[in-house]
């Protein structure tokens, strides 16, 4: 049988296979459109899921905060890193268990100048934390360097993920401690809970907190072995991940940059599939009835078929784009040259509480409070359809709604790109953005803020008072000291001369013997002038001139002094100067009252040595400077006396040894020539007193 291809059989043909490509097409259109806009909604969902994540990760940091703040203003604190004992350690320990179990923390601890901890919130389960060496973790270093530190570590046992708070303790300007606070990261895998699948990896890929635990402690390479990425219709690219289960995820990852942590959610594809599917289907679907119209019509009506066709595709996708800017969640307005408001989509009428015809021809202005900020839109309104209109991006403002209540807003305005007809005018694009939960947020901030400096100064406040007690207490115990060496010193004397008074009024008659006891009495009268003349000293610091002083010269002028006692005591001196200018500004007097003082303390401290004993002094130039070390053989200064060791009345001889007033007038002399005198022990042995002065060229420069 043949078939005869008349012209209009040539046309039927034609016509069917160009329907069945048309057909094939629309199907892989819609296909894709389905697909693009079921991504797009995934991946507008998935950015939502992760700003909430986001803001659950960082509200819960911020939430241990304030904690190694805290135990650094701890008393018990301070004391146990200044003077460490094992009662104050297990108090400590108490007060962190305790203030661990109230914020929710995993572990507290204390580390001392050293790395080592001194206490410990689990310090009942875990004896052996007290063993480890704190000092090369990241978090210890920024304490000691005097920072804030935010680290994230790995616990060496076990091995779990953990975030570490840190906080430096001072003394004064003493660094002598850091407070530690470790949340394991569990804690924030129970907040962020279940919900889309998610993960947690660190800078190097490891992923260390999921929804799901098979993930944790696994490279995120070994997760998404064969990912790929893929761009969607409004330029947003994302990648897509195999699933264990068969098909595809969209992953989406951000990062933190300041705690280096990436943030991956991961949404099942499979609804665009369907999607898809269910558009190929709803496509061939109208192809056929399409098709079926069209045999029905014939060929007369297909060129109005088409142009129908045509018109219902468009106003589905105006109709598409219209619900698409109604469900949009900013307020999205139109306005022309005059700036007057052209269209308002669903969000912005809700944000404003107006209808359509409150609205539409209405100039924008009327939308907005007068604020310092509407001169700037002002501004930008006035140039619209003129040469010199920039965008305005991102602007605050206060919107009026229509029962003439304000709240604040976000206002961006832009030039849409071209018209649909040559002769309709410009027309520009105002987004408006609600921020009024973003304001309430950062009141409540500002007044967390504010209440947090009133108690830093109320402690503040506090700290100073217990600052002048304590001040307040040194002096009165100064006092005490002073009043019974004082009386000490002198009651001695003073029984003594009425002895010899007594004496010698038996011995009137006796002029020989009466000249002894009279001597005697002199002496004696001699020592408490002594005594006096060194609470005179302590008074009045200051010399009297200044002028040039040979340093040599007075170490000689000392040292020849103590001749007598160097041989009779088998002390040693070892001095070889050798610097080019020994010349100091000062008082000769005072500054041989230094030397001798110094040259006393150390043979008295060698007393109980052993001989031979040795006095060394090292004198050496620096930078206009002038340093001298006295150091003995002794048996060197107790720690505790050496914050005191220059404090008035304070001396560790016995009562009757001396006042205490050396060392204290030996520092007035000093600081009055200028200079600085400090105490030491030596790893060596014995004390050291270093004296430093400025010399005379540098002191007369600077006095100018």
């Known amino acids: 049988m043949r078939i ?12 069917w296979l160009t329907g069945l490509v048309l057909a094939t097409v629309l199907a892989s259109l819609a296909a894709d459109r389905a697909r693009n806009w079921t991504l797009q909604t995934l991946q507008r969902s998935g950015t939502e899921v992760q700003l909430t994540r986001i803001g659950e990760i960082r509200s819960w940091l911020d939430s241990y905060d304030y904690l190694p703040f805290l135990l650094t203003q701890n008393r018990d604190v301070r004391a146990l890193l200044l003077y460490p004992n094992q009662d104050m350690g297990v108090r400590v320990s108490r007060y962190l268990e305790q203030t661990s179990l109230v914020a929710g923390s995993t572990a507290l601890f204390i580390l001392d100048r050293s790395g080592r901890a001194v206490a ?27 920072n804030q530190g935010r680290r994230f570590g790995i616990d060496s046992d076990p091995q779990q993920p953990a975030f570490y708070l840190s906080a430096p303790i001072y003394d004064e300007q003493r660094f002598i401690g850091a407070a530690v606070v470790r949340l394991s990261l569990d804690l924030l895998q129970e907040r962020l809970g279940a919900g889309l699948p998610w993960m947690l990896s660190s800078a190097d890929g490891t992923v260390f907190a999921a929804s799901e635990p098979d993930w944790l402690q696994q490279p995120v390479t070994a997760l998404a072995p064969a990912s790929r990425a893929y761009a969607l219709d409004d330029g947003t690219r994302v990648e897509f991940w195999p699933s264990p289960q068969g ?52 060929e007369r009506r297909l060129k109005q078929r088409s142009q129908q066709q045509a018109q219902q595709t468009l106003a589905s996708s105006e109709q598409q784009q219209r619900d698409i800017i109604d469900t949009a969640q900013v307020g999205l307005i139109t306005v022309d040259e005059r700036g007057r408001m052209r269209f308002l989509n669903g969000t912005a009428l809700q944000q404003f509480g107006l209808s359509d015809a409150q609205a539409l021809d209405q100039p924008l202005r009327r939308l907005l409070a007068p604020t310092a900020a509407l001169d700037v839109l002002e501004a930008a309104l006035g140039r619209l359809g003129t040469p010199g ?3 305005l991006i991102g602007q605050e403002a206060v919107g009026v709604r229509g029962d003439g209540s304000e709240f604040p807003l976000l206002v961006s305005i832009r030039a849409m790109q071209g018209a649909r007809r040559a002769k309709e005018a410009s027309q520009y694009l105002v987004t408006v953005i609600d921020i009024s939960r973003r304001k309430r947020l950062e ?30 207490a040194e002096k009165l115990a100064a006092l005490g000291r002073m009043a019974s060496a004082v009386v000490h010193e002198l009651n001695q004397p003073l029984t003594a001369m009425r002895t010899y008074v007594a004496i010698c009024r038996k011995m009137v008659q006796q ?13 004696l009268v001699g020592r408490m002038a002594v005594i006096t003349s060194q609470l005179k000293t302590f008074a009045y610091r200051k010399p009297e001139r200044t002028e040039v002083v040979s340093l040599l010269g007075a170490i000689e002028q000392a040292l020849a002094l103590f001749r007598g006692r160097f041989a009779e005591e088998k002390v040693q001196v070892d001095f070889s100067p050798d610097i080019p200018d020994d010349r100091v500004a000062g008082d000769g007097a005072r500054l041989e009252q230094v030397l001798v003082n110094l040259i006393k303390n150390g043979c008295d401290a060698m007393q109980h040595s052993s001989p031979p004993r040795r006095l060394a002094l090292r004198l050496s130039a620096q930078d ?46 000093v600081q009055d020539l200028g200079g600085e005198i400090r105490a030491e022990n030596p790893t060596a042995g014995g004390a050291c007193f270093i004296l430093r002065l400025p010399q005379y060229a540098h002191a007369m420069a600077n006095a100018e």
Not at 271 to 287: E, T
């Open 443 to 472: 009141r409540a901030l500002q007044e967390a803020n504010e209440t947090l400096e009133a108690k830093v100064e109320d402690r503040t406040r506090e700290i100073k008072s217990m600052q002048q007690e304590l001040l307040q």
């Open 511 to 523: 002029p020989l013997l009466l000249n002894e006891s009279l001597d005697e009495v002199d002496g």
């Open 389 to 391: 209109f920039a965008p």
């Open 247 to 298: 098909g595809e995820s969209m992953a989406q990852s951000v990062t933190l940059d300041d705690l280096g942590w990436t943030l991956t959610i991961l949404q099942d594809t499979a609804v665009a599939q369907r999607n898809m599917r269910s558009a190929i289907l709803a496509a061939l679907g109208g192809c056929i009835a399409v098709a079926l119209l069209l045999l029905f019509l014939r």
């Open 4 to 15: 005869a291809f008349t012209g209009r059989n040539r046309r039927r043909l034609v016509f």
């Open 624 to 669: 206009g400077w002038l340093e001298l070390q006295v150091a003995d053989q002794g048996p060197g200064i107790a720690e505790e006396a050496l914050g005191k060791l220059f404090e008035p009345f304070f001396t560790t001889k016995q009562i009757g040894s001396g006042l205490g007033l050396g060392l204290s007038i030996v520092r007035s002399i």
């Open 120 to 146: 410990y919130s689990r310090w009942r389960d875990q004896h052996d934390f007290y063993l480890r060496s704190h000092s090369s973790r990241n978090y210890f270093v920024d304490a000691r360097q005097g």
